[in-house]
């Protein structure tokens, strides 16, 4: 903050919040209510939220904790907080706020314009930098968070020839992952996406059909599982009961394109080489040019956080930054396939938070 | 859009995405790529979104769908966003998007300002009020995806004398009504918040704790499970082995002015009325002042919407509204109790879609 000549952050989203405080709900899901956070260059974090939040609040470690009766048609929350805001900072104080990349404000555009009004002496300026510098590098805490929830991820895709059958509603086979993910430990299962196709798929982001899965398949499923707060991300993929040439070639290529990774994958490198050590293994199979845009992405209180592994971003790798690899391919011809594992960098080799993936397309179902 | 002089909406978020279009994904739980819907005042909605959402969105009723390879560091969507509009509206248009209360703009702010400056022969105006009072009234097709999922989750606390037990850690008694929502038919369950506490608890959005279940304690889960998109959003009370004299009259107070909202809830009432019919019975009961600011909402894409049930809402109920009755009490000693239904308004009585609470707090354990 000092370096970037930012006096005080103003922040407004759940992992922000939680990030300093360990204020950890799901009423998040309710967007009724804005909870604001400000970070002054020295001293705790103040919160100003509404007064239902205040018992869990209270156990954080914050002393100063600010509630106002909320929902407000009037004023919800702006008056204290320009007054906190103004009790905290000199008149002409920069206020940091996240405007960049990958971010928003949670919070009412047109109360946001209050806001500014009301400090009008003072310059918000962009902080996604300090943010994303603070959150890309993980604690040994944080590291072990994920470590749990990858585990748990990879123990119930070890189960899937149990899970998953021929015949087999595509919706089902979902939920009968969701519900071994939580027996299993997860607290959660938030993000659940995949496909199945003949050969391959199309799309990577889908909600299951109720489609049966076919013999010839290719299974796909993609999890953010949670277990405290933090996230896995990766996906597995599996024939049903026989796998073509094309699939096994597509799943040969992107397993070796994770191969190269893992030997890119390490403090000093930037995430551009990253990619292209990837990228060079897919072409070389043949991969028409992705639509995904990236091979991979940090994560850890969110699905997906910076940096990405693009050919533009040039973030160089430090330790204890956890990473999807997560090299997709497509063969022009609508089929697609993805392979994603979840990674931590350290000193040398990283360090594999997920169960690395079979060496060949796994077939279940004979 | 006439009568406010509105001649196109431009949308960002999940819901009012997926309102116009039917575009449903948990993609939206990564923050790295915005999405766009345009509405012009007549034709068809305009999607501008990234490639990875092109085979989903392809299978919407829409026709005219624009992509963009994102991330881009450079122009994540901006240009062709001011292109679309630019070609949609003639200069001096308004164009309205959500800046009121329980909105945010999901994009990143400095992007919205470079819209804002690259249509600067444009105004961008408020249009909340147009999105929420379309959301508001639900069609049949969507009280009936609520309905089901109403019925899932009163199946499930049907249940909660096997589900729940005297010794059981607090987050494995959530884990087990989870598990057992999803084997009950629900997609998902984002929202479960709840605690158990001696008589009563003092906060209503916590994640569960593993402390175990004592006898005497008052169990509360307050669930938000997903059907197609669509949510529930209720809690259920149980004493464990034994109820006080206290809790069973918090409740009974409780479910009387839950009777109290049923009566009041008519068309062509307020939300105020509704609030105040409710809050009379809580006040003779002898409840403090709440906390929570209102006593119910409504629900539908989102776990709470438009309107509150509190003194200041005006809102005037219409048939085909879905809402929560969801009075809560506390006897100012930081002990509190919740009581929520699902109800659609109807012409006449209205139609509870969660299986009404019982009449009297339901002993389990015994």
């Given at each position: 903050?000092?370096e970037?000549?930012v006096?005080?952050l103003f922040l407004?989203?759940e992992?922000?919040?939680r990030?300093?405080?360990g204020f950890l709900?799901?009423f998040?899901q309710?967007p009724t209510?804005?909870?604001?956070?400000l970070?002054?260059?020295t001293?705790?974090?103040?919160?100003v939220?509404p007064e239902?939040?205040m018992p869990v609040?209270?156990r954080t470690?914050l002393d100063?904790i600010?509630?106002w009766?909320?929902?407000d048609?009037?004023?919800d929350?702006?008056g204290l907080?320009?007054?906190?805001?103004?009790?905290?900072?000199p008149s002409g104080?920069?206020?940091g706020?996240m405007l960049?990349?990958?971010?928003?404000?949670r919070?009412?555009?047109r109360?946001?314009d209050r806001?500014r009004t009301g400090l009008?002496?003072?310059?918000?300026v962009?902080a996604?930098?300090?943010?994303s510098?603070?959150?890309?590098?993980?604690?040994?805490?944080?590291?072990e968070k994920?470590?749990?929830i990858?585990?748990i991820?990879?123990d119930?895709f070890s189960?899937?020839?149990?899970?998953f059958?021929?015949g087999?509603?595509?919706?089902?086979?979902?939920?009968?992952f969701k519900i071994a993910?939580?027996?299993n430990?997860a607290?959660?299962?938030?993000?659940?996406v995949?496909?199945a196709?003949?050969?391959?798929?199309?799309?990577?982001?889908?909600?299951?059909?109720?489609d049966p899965?076919c013999?010839?398949?290719v299974?796909m499923?993609?999890?953010g599982a949670v277990f405290?707060?933090?996230?896995?991300d990766f996906d597995r993929?599996?024939?049903?009961?026989?796998a073509s040439?094309q699939?096994?070639?597509?799943y040969?290529t992107?397993w070796?394109?994770?191969?190269?990774?893992?030997s890119?994958?390490?403090?000093g490198?930037t995430?551009?080489?990253?990619?292209?050590?990837?990228?060079k293994?897919?072409?070389k199979g043949?991969?028409a040019?992705?639509?995904?845009?990236r091979?991979?992405?940090?994560?850890?209180?969110?699905l997906?956080?910076w940096?990405?592994?693009t050919?533009?971003?040039?973030?160089?790798l430090?330790?204890?930054?956890?990473?999807t690899?997560?090299?997709?391919?497509?063969?022009?011809?609508?089929?697609?396939?993805?392979h994603?594992?979840?990674?931590?960098?350290?000193d040398?080799a990283?360090?594999?938070?997920s169960?690395?993936?079979p060496?060949?397309?796994?077939?279940?179902?004979?």
């Open positions: 903050m000092r970037e000549q006096d005080l407004t989203t992992p922000e919040l990030y300093f405080s709900t799901q998040w309710s209510r804005p909870w604001f956070m970070i002054p260059r001293g705790k974090p103040v919160a939220i239902i939040g609040m209270a470690w100063d600010r509630t009766s909320s929902p048609p009037v004023d929350g702006v907080l320009i007054e906190t805001i103004a009790e905290l900072t104080a920069r206020i706020t960049g990349a990958e971010t928003y404000l919070m009412p555009l109360d946001f806001l009008e002496a003072r310059e918000f962009d996604t930098d300090i943010l510098g603070l959150r890309m590098v993980k604690s040994e805490r944080e590291i994920i470590a749990h990858c585990g991820a990879s119930t189960k899937a020839g149990d899970l059958q021929e087999q509603p595509l919706d089902e086979a979902f939920r009968a993910c939580l027996g430990g607290d959660d299962v938030p993000y659940l995949g496909a196709g003949h050969g391959g798929y199309d799309d990577v982001i889908s909600p299951p059909s109720n899965i013999a010839g398949d299974l499923l993609d999890t405290d707060g933090y996230f896995c993929n599996f024939a049903i009961s026989t040439d699939s096994r070639k597509l040969d992107l070796l394109a994770t191969e190269a990774g893992l890119a994958a390490r403090p490198a995430c551009a080489e990253l990619f292209q050590a990837m990228q293994v897919i072409t043949g991969g040019d992705g639509s995904v845009g091979l991979g992405h940090g994560l850890g209180m969110q997906t956080e940096p990405s592994h050919l533009w971003d040039q973030t160089v430090r330790e204890g930054m956890v990473l690899l997560e090299p997709s391919m497509s063969l022009g011809d609508g089929v697609m396939m993805v994603e594992e979840n990674i931590v960098i350290r040398g990283p360090e594999l938070l169960v690395r993936a060496r060949e397309l796994p077939v279940i179902g004979v």
